[in-house]
């Protein structure tokens, strides 16, 4: 039997069920209430990074009474359930819901979440992966107290978003440094011209501009300059970054839970970006100080940029 | 907030599009291929390629940028080298029947083939095992390709092996990925200065690599013909040092995995160099070429296994084939004897296999330890060197640790060692222990002693030149053969060695915009080689030959004062001040013995400015002095004291799709002097004089 064909037993089952219900009202009572609790997640099962964030999902909902079906954007359309909070992870899943007219509440967990380019879309909130940006620029403040200079490369269709980068910037005594680029712009050469005026480059988000074919020409460029790069993922400070602020799928499955349990406690969930509110520090200490950065002690870090209010 | 100035323009087209993005992403909001941005990323800015910072160095070590590089307006890599404290640059100009020579010289102890330094390329080891020293015009390594130069000033044999005697020289080409698309580099200029360079950099998946291709073609220098009684015509000639190098050099990076990169480089040049021997009193022989190949293979493999360890297996091999026909001088007996000439094979093949293996171990926090082994094979081959001894092979082998101790916040250990073995050697330990004290985050001081070797050059121990000739008298054999015997080889010759103690001091100053980087240190040298005159009973030309011997030892003594200083972002300054007092430990000062006090300048200084003036122009001015000297071939003859300037101005045009600069590069602007031979008693005085050249480079995708 696939998956179609077990909905559809299943939809035929729960209306036989309210059936039921009307005879014997109190045991049914949370009955009805366990078959709403359930939430459909969508994700791309080629992805373990989605997976292992659906897995966190799920163990963190262990226990609630809350049912987690889970779907593959490759293959599975059967999620179009009307009555059933919907969890869409990642760029392919949400398309998805587009594409399908969903129209129920929804939560759209996505990589980096622009509020210049999403819709205001009633029931529709969204959780980005990545964090806010001015949490990077208090980082880059708590890191050292000497930098002025933050440079960033930017896609030119972005260029809306350098009013409230500034924003940010200037909260922390920065100065901004917007490095803007197209497909014809070697960013290897925007690098060159524009880091002697740098003290950090901080990495947005945006696989236009940072991903595997640039990853490693960036990194070795700024290195050449001396410049360190405040990256957005652990495995960015692996490669060579200096520092980055990043959430677990372990985090992000926490919160997500944490979420999902407040849609189904009829608390709905009024913010329409939401950002990751557990986070973690990691600083590449060899690249500190062959920059001869002195870096502070990471868990106080940690502690400070909780304290402040960064979205 | 400033938008960067080269792409304001875009600002402004992107304005107008911004409004029909966000339309279209109204509907579709969400940005595509998310996941790529937690891909795992590999790992760039690993252990073996982070540079120890200055601070924490246990040497003293100068570091050349890619800016410094540039605005030197240098076509060589000894050109660049100027900016170093202590380093002297000669052009030995054709003599000795031999090629004429870019020489790097750090403390002196020098002739035309230094052979007290280490020179290495990414890891690769470029000095030549036969002779020593290294082929700087003819190296298939093209400045533009270049990340940066680290010096080490000081032995430092436990980090690079035997010959890092009295300084190291590490030049780090760029990663394939950093030099995307063409690259296109035009020179000409004076002294027939015709060079081209066409570089292509790509990328395929995992893969990124880089071809260079390029000549290289000038003159050599000029020089003012001789008159006799130390005089010389204020007329330039051609010095007939004509050279023409073509070369082709590529690297490829694959990145494997996360955690695995294999680096692959090759390159190829070819040489050919006119050769006119100024000594030749007769002057009677011909001008003739010489041609040398050059090739090297190298592979490296780097794995990142954790946070804490990382290795790097790596394996070489270096070719060097040079072709050098000629014929001696007509050399006249006498007493009825035909007068003859001898053919000459100056030709040489050297070949070195390298296999090395390092384990970067990070165990704490507080702990740093490198360590590693490694094989090498130096082959050598020369009719006019060798003689009759055929092929020489000579296998090294090498263990070597170092290990950095972070005691507390405020000081630093470093000790290490290497232990060598070779036929020559026996086996050997050259320890090094260094304290560095940080006073704080800017200012440090460091102690250091440390032992270095340097194990005899093949021709040292092995040289063996010789010549005979059966006499005829009217043509008809007389049953006598002339031997000259020119050079014995010595079994018994040892390794020189180098004990050094310096204190040095490092310091930031105005935040980050000066630097400063100090040292005094004692350095004392024994064991020295030096060639010596023997009499022989078996060479019936002058009854004596040259043997290798250990007979100098000498002490140094001095100070070393370097500064970078940017009171902008458009304004930078990279000096110099250097002073060396050489003593001999004899104490009755031989002959030889003054040739080696002799053989450094006291001062010596240099200072670069570079100046942005705009987005488009920039300008440097270099400013070099040198003291007087005598190179240990011509110690009779020093060059004098000199001062010399060059200047670059370059226009920089940067388009969206491309970047063109066109720079005007004039050298040597405080007039003619010569860094080598300054009074040669016969054949002329080569000089440096004013070259000018234009240079125009432009890279596109």
Redesign the interface.
């Known amino acids: 039997m696939d998956r179609l064909s077990l909905t559809s037993t299943f939809k035929t089952a729960s209306a036989a069920l309210r059936g039921v219900c009307l005879l014997a009202f109190f045991s049914c009572t949370a009955t009805t209430a366990l078959a709403a609790q359930q939430v459909d997640i969508i994700s791309?099962a080629d992805?373990g990074?989605?997976q292992s964030l659906v897995e966190n999902i799920r163990d963190s909902l262990h226990g609630s009474g809350i049912n987690v079906r889970t779907f593959n954007t490759n293959s599975d359309k059967s999620f179009n359930n009307n009555e059933q909070l919907i969890i869409s992870i990642?760029?392919d899943a949400?398309?998805l819901l587009?594409q399908n007219n969903i129209v129920t509440s929804q939560l759209?967990i996505?990589?980096?979440v622009?509020a210049?380019?999403?819709?205001a879309q009633k029931n529709t909130s969204y959780l980005s992966?990545?964090q806010p940006h001015c949490r990077q620029f208090a980082l880059i403040r708590l890191l050292n107290d000497?930098w002025q200079t933050v440079?960033l490369l930017l896609p030119?269709?972005d260029?809306?978003l350098?009013h409230r980068?500034?924003s940010c910037?200037n909260r922390y005594q920065l100065?901004?440094?917007?490095?803007?680029?197209?497909q014809?712009?070697?960013i290897?050469?925007?690098l060159n011209?524009?880091l002697?005026?740098s003290d950090v480059l901080l990495a947005l988000?945006?696989?236009s501009v940072?991903?595997?074919?640039t990853?490693?020409?960036i990194?070795?460029?700024t290195?050449?300059h001396k410049v360190p790069v405040i990256g957005?993922?652990e495995?960015?400070v692996?490669?060579?970054a200096l520092a980055a602020i990043h959430s677990s799928t372990k985090q992000l499955g926490k919160q997500t839970a944490e979420l999902i349990k407040k849609h189904y406690k009829n608390q709905s969930i009024k913010q329409h970006i939401i950002y990751p509110d557990d986070f973690d520090v990691t600083i590449?200490?060899?690249?500190a100080?062959?920059?001869?950065i002195?870096t502070p002690d990471r868990k106080a870090l940690i502690k400070n940029l909780k304290n402040k209010n960064n979205e | 907030m400033s938008f960067h100035q080269p792409y304001i323009a875009t600002v402004n087209i992107a304005r107008a599009a911004i409004i029909s993005i966000i339309a279209f992403t109204h509907s579709a909001p969400l940005q595509a291929g998310d996941d790529e941005l937690f891909f795992e990323m590999p790992v760039v800015l690993s252990a073996s390629r982070l540079e120890q910072p200055q601070s924490e160095t246990p040497m003293a070590v100068t570091s050349i940028d890619r800016e410094l590089i540039e605005a030197s307006g240098a076509r060589s890599i000894p050109e660049v080298l100027r900016l170093v404290p202590g380093i002297v640059v000669g052009n030995s100009v054709n003599e000795w029947g031999e090629e004429s020579k870019l020489i790097v010289s750090y403390h002196g102890h020098t002739d035309q083939y230094s052979k007290q330094m280490q020179v290495l390329i990414d890891g690769r080891s470029v000095y030549e095992p036969l002779l020593g020293g290294v082929d700087w015009n003819m190296l298939p390594i093209n400045l533009e390709d270049i990340e940066r130069i680290e010096v080490t000033r000081g032995p430092n044999s436990s980090t690079y092996g035997s010959n890092s005697f009295l300084a190291v020289i590490n030049i780090i080409t760029r990663h394939a990925s950093e030099d995307p698309g063409h690259y296109v580099q035009l020179r000409a200029g004076n002294h027939d200065i015709a060079d081209l360079t066409y570089r292509y950099g790509g990328n395929s998946g995992d893969l990124d690599y880089r071809v260079t291709l390029s000549t290289q073609n000038d003159d050599g220098l000029d020089a003012r013909k001789n008159l006799g009684a130390q005089q010389y015509s204020d007329e330039f000639v051609d010095n007939h040092d004509d050279i023409h190098t073509g070369a082709i050099d590529y690297r490829t990076d694959y990145q494997i995995n996360r955690r695995n990169n294999l680096t692959y480089q090759g390159g190829y040049s070819s040489t050919d160099q006119e050769i006119n021997e100024n000594f030749s009193p007769q002057g009677t022989r011909p001008v003739r070429d010489s041609e040398t190949i050059h090739a090297h293979q190298f592979l490296k493999l780097e794995n990142t296994a954790d946070s804490k360890n990382s290795y790097v297996v790596q394996y070489y091999y270096n070719l060097q084939d040079k072709t050098d026909q000629s014929t001696s001088k007509l050399i006249v007996v006498g007493g009825g004897i035909d007068d003859f000439t001898l053919d000459l094979d100056f030709g040489l093949k050297s070949e070195r296999h390298n296999l090395e293996f390092t384990h970067f171990n990070q165990t704490t926090d507080s702990l740093r330890l490198i360590w590693g082994l490694s094989a090498q094979q130096d082959i050598s081959e020369s009719i006019y060197w060798l003689n009759d001894q055929g092929t020489i092979r000579r296998e090294t082998y090498r263990l070597f640790a170092n290990t950095e101790w972070r005691i507390n916040q405020q000081n630093l250990l470093n000790f290490g060692a290497l232990l060598e073995k070779n036929r020559t050697l026996g086996t050997e330990v050259s320890p090094r222990l260094a304290l560095i004290h940080k006073f704080n985050e800017k200012h440090s001081l460091r102690i250091g002693i440390s032992k270095a070797i340097r194990s005899p050059f093949i021709s040292e121990e092995f040289g063996n030149i010789a010549f005979s000739h059966d006499l005829t008298s009217g043509g008809t054999p007389i049953g006598v053969t002339l031997v000259e015997q020119q050079l014995v080889p010595n079994s018994n010759i040892e390794h020189e060695t180098i004990i050094s103690r310096e204190i040095g001091y490092f310091g930031q100053f105005l935040g980050d915009k000066l630097l400063i980087n100090a040292r005094l240190f004692h350095d004392h040298l024994d064991n020295l080689i030096q060639r010596e005159t023997i009499p022989i009973a078996t060479d019936n030309f002058d009854g004596e030959t040259h043997i290798n011997e250990n007979l100098i030892g000498t002490e140094f003594t001095g100070a070393e004062f370097e500064f970078d200083l940017r009171p902008g972002h458009a304004l930078r300054f990279f000096g110099n001040v250097s002073y060396l007092k050489i003593k001999s430990h004899d104490e009755l000062l031989t002959l030889t013995a003054e040739e080696y006090v002799n053989s450094a300048p006291e001062w010596t200084a240099s200072l670069l400015m570079i100046k942005q003036f705009s987005e488009k122009y920039s300008g440097s001015l270099g400013f070099y002095h040198v003291g007087e000297m005598g190179w240990l071939d011509v110690p009779d003859e020093p060059a004098s004291s000199y001062n010399t300037m060059d200047l670059r101005l370059s226009k920089t045009n940067r388009q969206s799709s491309s970047l063109s600069k066109l720079s005007l590069v004039l050298k040597n602007l405080l007039g003619e002097y010569n860094n080598y031979h300054h009074q040669p008693d016969i054949g002329p005085r080569a000089e440096l004089n004013l070259t000018g050249y234009i240079e125009y480079s432009i890279s596109f995708n």
């Open positions: 791309a992805s990074y989605q990642g760029s949400a398309s587009n759209r996505l990589a980096n622009d210049d380019k999403i819709p992966m990545t000497e440079s030119e269709a260029v809306a350098t980068l500034e910037a100065t901004l440094q917007v490095i803007l680029i197209d014809y712009i070697n290897i050469d925007a011209s524009a002697s005026e988000p945006d696989n940072y991903n595997a074919g990853i490693k020409s990194l070795l460029t290195y050449r957005f993922s495995s960015f692996r490669a060579g590449n200490k060899d690249v100080k062959s920059l001869g002195l």
